[in-house]
């Protein structure tokens, strides 16, 4: 199947039947994100000029739309290939990193405390590990992607899509993991401007008073739905076509990142 000509109700079935773990990993994300969002509405605390539960609603958001584009990367693998042991590394590598990373944010959010750049002994300790926990999921996406490339089922699946959802994980994991290393390791993820997110627009209160790396680590990260909506806007589009929108993806990744570098805020 290379389009997503299916009732909401019949993808949801797909994605179950796809991988049923990454299917409800991503519905117990929703669940999350929901319960965070409520909470919004009841606890006045903040973290940075923003409720301390919008940490965690973003990351059960983003979390959601990862479970599931995973889980429908999955049926692109040829049945023996989902069986495997590299398949199996992915499976439980993801949902293992991705919970720990989950229940982390949401903890230190409900303890009205910060997760990313904690300053706390434990936190401090903490946000490595979290560190390898993200460093972890996208390397395991990109593993993913490679596997789509090698063993994508060529007698269910066209070229073009097995190219794309196989291309979209590999940018994942290289442009997410690039732009995700600089935050860490510049210690912030804000350059030039006031690091407070309050004058800052919702939903992802990204910069608007100097350089913010988090727009290129959402471009990147992101990569992995927007080669294959790509290839479903553009049904029949061969694979050098779509090499020219992934190039083009990496493109408008590193120059957004480049500016970010440059405390150069949002329009």
Known sequence: MTALALST???FAALDRRQPLLA???WASLALLLLCLAAMTVDARLINGVSVWTKPAKFAASFVV???TLAWAWGVLEPAAQRGATARLVLWGTLAAAWFEMGWITLRGALGQPSHFATDPLGDVMYQLMGAGAVTL?????????????????TRQARGWIFAIGWGLVLTGILGG???ATISGAGT???GGMPSDAANLPPFYWSRNGGDLRIAHFLGVHAMQA???LALLLPGA???????????WTAMTLAVFAAGLLGVPLP
């Not at 996208?138 to 060529?154: I, N, S, Y």
């Open 66 to 68: 990862w479970f599931w």
């Open 227 to 229: 080669l294959p909506a």
């Open 138 to 154: 996208v390397a395991l996406a990109a593993t993913l992607g490679v596997l789509v490339l090698r063993r994508g089922d060529a």
């Open 9 to 11: 109700p019949g993808l």
């Open 189 to 191: 993820s804000h350059i």
């Open 24 to 26: 409800r990993a991503g």
């Open 178 to 180: 690039l732009t995700g």
């Open 238 to 248: 061969s694979t050098r076509l779509l090499a020219l929108g992934a190039a083009g």
